[in-house]
Structure formats: C-alpha cells, structure tokens
C-alpha cells in the first residue's frame, strides 16, 4: 500500500479533460514545490512530465496542469488526446533523501 | 541524446544476490544524486534508494535497508545497485534515474531502460 493514493484508472472520451489526484499525508505533501508527476507507456521507463510542484518538462503541453488543495495534490490532463494513454505517478520528497511514489493511475482514452 | 544504460535481463534463485549496472552516455552524472526504483510486474513503482554525488552517502528506504547496496564511479560514470537475500517478491524491473543536485530535487530524469530481474527456482 503506497503512502500516496492515486485512483487505479480513470478513463475519459478524446477531447474531454480528466483529472488525477494523489492525496497523502502532511508530512508527504506538505511541500508542493517538492512534488513530481511521471507519465509510463507499457514496456517502458516513465519519463517527468511535472516538478518541483508545478514545473513544466521541457516539451510538455500545457494541456498538463496541476493544482494543490490541502494534502491532495492534482494533475489536470485538458482535451484529452489518444496518446495521453498511459500511467501516471506521481512522487513525492518526504524528507531525509527519502522519497514515495503514488501507486499510478491508468488512464484510458474511449 | 542523452541516456542512462542499464545491464540487460537476469534470473537469479532465491537467496543469491544480483547486481544491477546503469551507465551514462551524452549526460553528466557527476554533482547529482542517482535513484534506484523499481516495478515488479502489473505494479507501480516503488523508490528503492538514492546514493549522494560522489558516492559520499547512501540512503535507503527501510525495506531495503540491509540487503541493498549502492556504489557509483565517478571515473567511468556507472552507478550499481546490488540486492541480496533475493526472494521470488523480488521480481521485478529495476530502474536507474537521474536525480537532482540537491537531496530534494524532486525531477527523476533521464531513466535507464530497465533491468529485469526475475528470481526463479
């Protein structure tokens, strides 16, 4: 059981907008600046699409936002497209080098 | 481009050790931290550790702590990772990841492509 709860799937039509959230304790998300978001296709490694809260990769849409309301931190996918089809973590620092993932949303596209 | 390249696919037995290799090409590693995360199969990802620019210090998440170990060389530019006292819990693919230059830079990029280590009898 992660420390950072993610729904396990979340599906919307193309076009649509879906919203990921990873709610977790005080001590885990009390630092937005210290709160990442990974994108995994299958067979693959994930790559970072948000971090330190709510820095943009290089390259990502700004389709992609989040947003943060007390220990739930969120990520907004608008006009969902088919390649957004994939898994979504997110990450966090909880202090002392440590750090915890969510365990992951798979998203769908219908 | 830059990436990280992992040693390739291994099956251990239960109880033994395995050793996991991730070079870099085309980035610097030296000055950032490197992590260790790992997937076992259907699952999410899971942080295993992280070692300090230059090999200075390690931590470890508590699970892992005795049984794992982690050394980088700054001289050809590879970290490894090494789990022992394998159990079949331990399958598994194991990711090597960029960190930042401070203990809290919270941007794991690039990733290695994955090891996977499966523990059969």
């Known amino acids: 059981q992660s420390a950072l709860a993610q729904p396990a799937s979340v599906s919307a039509s193309p076009g649509q907008s879906i919203t990921l959230t990873c709610t977790g304790t005080?001590?885990?998300?009390?630092?937005?600046?210290?709160i990442s978001w990974y994108q995994q296709y299958p067979g693959k490694a994930p790559t970072v699409l948000i971090f330190?809260?709510?820095k943009r990769h290089s390259g990502l849409s700004n389709r992609f936002s989040v947003s943060k309301s007390g220990n739930t931190v969120s990520l907004t996918i608008s006009d969902l497209q088919a390649e957004d089809e994939a898994t979504y973590f997110c990450?966090?620092?909880?202090?002392?080098?440590?750090?915890?993932f969510g365990g992951g949303s798979r998203v769908t596209v219908l | 481009q830059a990436q990280l390249f992992q040693s390739g696919t291994d099956v251990r037995r239960p109880g033994t050790s395995v050793n996991v290799s991730c070079e870099s090409s085309g980035i610097d590693l030296n000055g950032h931290y490197i992590h260790w995360v790992r997937q076992a199969p259907g699952q999410g990802l899971e942080w295993m550790g992280t070692?300090?620019?230059?090999?200075?210090?390690?931590t470890y998440a508590r699970k892992f702590r005795g049984r794992m170990s982690m050394t980088r060389d700054t001289a050809t530019t590879t970290a490894h990772m090494s789990l022992q006292s394998l159990t079949f819990e331990d399958t598994a693919v194991y990711y090597c990841?960029?960190?930042?230059?401070?203990?809290?830079?919270?941007?794991?990029?690039?990733w290695g492509q994955g090891t996977l280590v499966t523990v059969s009898s």
């Open positions: 990450c966090a620092y909880v202090g002392s080098s440590i750090w915890v």
């Open positions: 330190e809260g709510s």
């Open positions: 990841a960029r960190g930042g230059r401070r203990p809290d830079s919270n941007c794991f990029d690039p």
């Open positions: 005080s001590s885990a998300l009390g630092n937005y600046d210290l």
């Open positions: 070692i300090a620019p230059g090999g200075s210090h390690e």
